[in-house]
């Protein structure tokens, strides 16, 4: 009896270790759309894995630097990059059964707020609308451009900031596709909060073009909170045929800046169109709120090549390589 006993014993140590000698785990990659980011950027990451028991499995997420922002157990996660530039990793530890295996990625944060070319719908990117409909098209821009359709008079596309400190800037690439009317207008547009909760103060400030004639204008919007009356002041402008009359998809680059001094200034196409000092006289403090575009009804553009930076940098209209 007992060497029937041992025996079996045996036999059951010999069954379990054969189970874990099964046991595999071969990671395929670590996919992160890309290895540079920008800060705070929201980027989803998998793994994808060989198992030999795809019932049997778990899968862990780190990081050095951001957060991870979905639950643990999933092939997939987000990760949240951090509010500073560098370096950082992040990895995956995939188990099954009784083995594992780790795969690690470095991640580079440039120091820029927002890029995107628009190749796919981007991930989470915080993109807003209002009055718009958004939709992507592989065969324009660079390798594939947003296209954004006013349904209404001023349909917006933008971003929130969280109260972005001055200097800021952004430059795009877009192209007009349709303008039915001579006051039909295309914007670059950036928002301000409510400072310290003034009763007066500048809502916005915008570069406006009108396709369809060459008519531009650079202005500033003042909200009174105690009257409830905004009013649209104008800085300057004019009429410039040869720039701002676009042709049918034709990708022109604009950048909008309000830099340390509270200027306000414009560059196209790699030149300085425009500055304008008269911010800096309304009020004191500027805090970024939201930027992007805002259209007229039924105005049609091609959007790419978009970047936006709250770290000195004054855009200038040039082509950029991220």
Not at 197 to 218: H, I
């Amino acid at each position: 009896m007992k060497k029937l006993v041992f025996n079996i014993a045996i036999l059951i140590c010999v069954i379990f270790t054969s189970c874990s000698d099964d046991d595999s785990v071969n990671i395929v990659s670590l996919n992160t759309f890309g290895t540079k980011f920008c800060r705070n950027d929201v980027v989803k990451v998998f793994v994808s894995a060989e198992l030999s028991d795809d019932t049997d499995v778990s899968y862990e997420w780190g990081c050095d630097g951001g957060s991870m922002t979905n639950p643990q157990g999933l092939f997939e996660n987000v990760w949240k990059a951090p509010n500073e530039a560098g370096t950082y990793e992040i990895w995956c530890t995939v188990k099954c059964g009784g083995k594992k295996e780790t795969r690690r990625s470095k991640m580079t944060v440039l120091d820029e707020l927002f890029y995107s070319n628009f190749e796919t719908p981007y991930y989470n990117e915080g993109w807003s609308n209002a009055s718009m409909t958004v939709a992507f098209d592989a065969n324009k821009g660079t390798n594939g451009a947003v296209k954004l359709t006013s349904t209404k008079a001023d349909g917006r596309f933008a971003r929130s900031w969280n109260n972005v400190s001055v200097p800021f800037s952004t430059q795009v690439d877009y192209a007009v596709n349709a303008c039915p009317s001579d006051n039909n207008f295309a914007e670059i547009r950036i928002e301000f909060a409510r400072i310290n909760s003034a009763t007066f103060y500048v809502t916005k400030a915008c570069f406006t073009t009108y396709p369809k004639t060459g008519v531009w204008k650079a202005t500033y919007t003042t909200t009174n909170v105690t009257t409830g009356e905004t009013e649209d002041i104008t800085i300057d402008e004019g009429t410039d045929t040869a720039n701002f009359k676009f042709k049918k998809d034709a990708f022109k680059t604009i950048a909008v800046s309000i830099d340390a001094n509270k200027k306000f200034i414009v560059y196209y196409d790699g030149k300085k169109y425009f500055e304008s000092s008269v911010l800096s006289g309304v009020q004191d403090q500027y805090y970024v709120s939201r930027s992007g575009f805002g259209l007229d009804n039924k105005v049609v553009i091609f959007a790419d090549n978009l970047f936006v930076f709250d770290n000195g940098t004054i855009c200038t209209a040039e082509p950029r390589e991220r």
